[in-house]
DNA sequence: CTGAAAGCGCTTACAG
DNA sequence: CTGAAAGCGCTTACAG
């Protein structure tokens, strides 16, 4: 350490983290020393210390998705604002079953501060495990166990896609999105399926069941499974995806049937993916990195009341504390439906 | 701890870390209530006491882009297979500029065993930091500095995918793939400008400067340069794109100025981009996970040479040690032209 | 094979 | 405002 500096190495201590207790020039004098001996904390030693590590644990199923790794880059952003630190926690998927956070956390609890779970499913002994770590948790995407959340109202913007089918005259309309039974661990918004079954209700239109088809919410999905819907003999005239990934695969598919959009049929998503322009693919846009950025924010406040719970609960009768702070935070971010050529009336309408 | 179970913390230490020194019942007992209490040791302190944290940082300049998430994929599980956890250096980029890894890396470098850096351009400084850090450093897509590193043979990519255009009898053939000088941050592999201009000499074709354009890699990137270099009188029969995503940014430039592909336009690509199969994108495949894997593993190798560097260093001559070991590892992936549609002979050759 | 002791590099009350 | 002391939870030689 750099007492070689002149002074004890608490002075340093509190000299380099701006602390109270210095008078300026030791301050100023221990800034520079350090600075020319280029020193940096140890954070191990200062976490194991303190009780604080500074690092956030951030848990996501699937790295490579144009959603997850934008929403893992606004999250990143904002933590490392405030000086924490990403740890990765990648649910890699073995075949159909995913790696376990039994496996995965042992290795991550101790090291973070809190922890931030991307649209995870959670199997009941995962949350048992969650709870027991008492760590603060946000999660994105999907409310889950009554922590903050940050989302999109997915059936209102389910809804604004099916009536925009609805409104050019769309009567045969096919969702493709997860059947959440069939989902194996990632949280499907199962309220854009939720929406997407009111609006039609509330249209008097009927949803046939083999409408309804369950996808694994990417491009190849969405061609197969468009492969199923398509070459049938009755065939919808419009699909409503959940993901302009599978959008752009049922995209793929017409395509290679010879079907003409959107006369012959019309296709829309939910996501405006970075790439859904070059599909001219009709959208409804969600700010996904935003929505990472307002994770961490949350995550921050998390922190901070996890680390200081006395500020308010102890002077005050014990009552006082559940009824204000408890409410689990729900942030909602805004959707915009983004008009572009892949919908349009059918050729033959009704 | 779980001292509470019958033994001394040191004995619990060795019991769980499987070290020699235990008889199999008393660590039979320890695991057992171990794994009643759920124990889990903490790093920190574990570290803070050997020296090893069990941690890589990985720099990467772009999270949300196929490329680097599918590299970072790779490499987290190779890395976890190995007990190791990944801290995430993002180096977000601030307009024209991205953060340095002078601001960057001081909280983490006391926390990682080592560094992947994904093709980051480093700045003399920033390499100066990381020798100075003294920590194994492994390099992904662009060899640095001596350290080892995986990419795949750029000089031959390029070749590849502008014989084959060649072949197709093009002569007029404009480059997309950004000018070096350009390229703030990303160390982009001007190997492949080097293979490109290498294959035209050597079937003795010009290459005209204006046709050799410096791009950001990013789709829309492609479009914009696309557009300056479709729109002029002159215009190639062929584009040869650095990237996926440059071509794709090509392809849909083109179809907006209704040429027709190939006929009009042939368009190669290098990566195999998920998404390029949608587009019909002829292309020069690389095994981008895989990258991250064996980047991963000589991750590992390097942390364990830097671990015990006596075991073949202190026990022979001084003189011996620089010859066998220090050969930088350069490990080559390799590669494939993928046929699509995108390319083809030109209507109206010569 | 097992335990007691020292120490990893910080932070935190506690005295001055 | 500053320092001396104890301790965070492990690991590592060193004795038994």
Same sequence: chains 1, 2.
Avoid at 39 to 58: E, F, I, K, Q
């Amino acid at each position: 350490v750099a007492q070689a500096a002149g002074v004890s190495p608490a002075t340093v201590s509190r000299a380099l983290r701006g602390l109270p207790r210095v008078s300026a020039e030791t301050r100023a004098r221990v800034q520079q020393v350090a600075g020319e001996l280029s020193y940096v904390a140890s954070p191990d030693a200062a976490s194991l210390a303190s009780g604080r590590t500074a690092v956030v644990g951030v848990v996501v199923p699937f790295l490579a998705r144009w959603y997850f790794s934008s929403v893992l880059i606004g999250a990143e952003m904002q933590l490392r604002r405030s000086g924490f630190t990403v740890l990765l926690c990648h649910v890699g998927n073995v075949g159909r079953t995913r790696s376990s956070l039994l496996d995965l956390l042992p290795p991550v609890e101790k090291r973070v501060d809190a922890l931030l779970v991307l649209s995870l499913k959670l199997e009941p002994r995962e949350v048992a495990l969650l709870r027991r770590l008492d760590l603060p948790v946000v999660t994105v995407g999907v409310p889950a166990e009554g922590w903050p959340c940050v989302r999109i109202d997915d059936v209102a913007a389910a809804s604004t896609a099916t009536s925009h089918l609805i409104d050019f005259g769309h009567r045969d309309i096919a969702y493709l999105g997860g059947d959440p039974s069939h989902d194996v661990h990632v949280a499907t918004p199962s309220d854009r399926l939720a929406g997407f079954r009111a609006t039609m209700a509330a249209s008097g239109l009927p949803v046939r069941d083999e409408w309804v088809l369950a996808c694994d919410w990417t491009v190849t999905g969405g061609v197969t499974a468009a492969a199923r819907l398509l070459c049938g003999a009755q065939r919808p005239s419009a699909v409503f995806a959940a993901s302009d990934e599978m959008a752009m695969g049922v995209l793929h598919t017409a395509a290679r049937l010879g079907l003409r959009v959107p006369q012959d049929l019309s296709v829309i998503g939910i996501d405006d993916h970075e790439m859904a322009f070059l599909h001219d693919l009709t959208t409804i846009a969600q700010p996904v990195q935003t929505q990472g950025q307002l994770a961490g924010e949350l995550l921050l406040e998390a922190v901070a009341a996890a680390a200081a719970p006395s500020a308010d609960g102890a002077s005050r009768p014990d009552g006082w504390r559940s009824p204000a702070g408890r409410e689990a935070r729900l942030v909602t971010a805004p959707t915009s439906l983004v008009l572009r050529g892949s919908t349009g009336a059918p050729s033959c309408p009704g």
